[in-house]
């Protein structure tokens, strides 16, 4: 059975950080592309990083600078440390698990960023 756990989501205030962590069962891990989504209401899900295999990074513009993805393959588990967190990243963020021939998503964690 394929599980992405997703924790660490919350209430912070703008300018301090949070850190998603999202363990992983049931899937191949190492070569599985992972990656964090977010979603605030009334709005679609958006790409926030992916992290593939090999190391290779993307992130959105909105979070260049202020987020960092990395991943533990021996844990199975992929993060996400926000630092500098605005108001416009409250949203519910999904951790999720890719590779040719699946695709995954965990149930989401809240952050909320207080002005």
């Known amino acids: 059975q394929v599980q992405l756990v997703e924790s660490g989501g919350g209430l912070v205030q703008a300018g301090g950080s949070l850190r998603l962590s999202c363990a992983a069962s049931?899937?191949?891990?190492?070569?599985?592309?992972m990656g964090w989504y977010r979603q605030a209401p009334g709005k679609e899900r958006e790409l926030v990083a992916t992290?593939?295999?090999?190391?290779?990074?993307n992130y959105a513009d909105s979070v260049k600078g202020r987020f960092t993805i990395s991943r533990d393959n021996a844990k199975t588990t992929v993060y996400l440390q926000m630092n500098s967190l605005k108001p416009e990243d409250t949203a519910v963020y999904y951790c999720?698990?890719?590779?040719?021939?699946?695709?995954?998503w965990g149930q989401g964690t809240q952050v909320t960023v207080s002005s």
């Open positions: 999720n698990g890719k590779a040719p021939f699946w695709d995954y």
């Open positions: 049931g899937i191949r891990f190492s070569i599985s592309t």
């Open positions: 992290i593939t295999t090999g190391g290779i990074i």
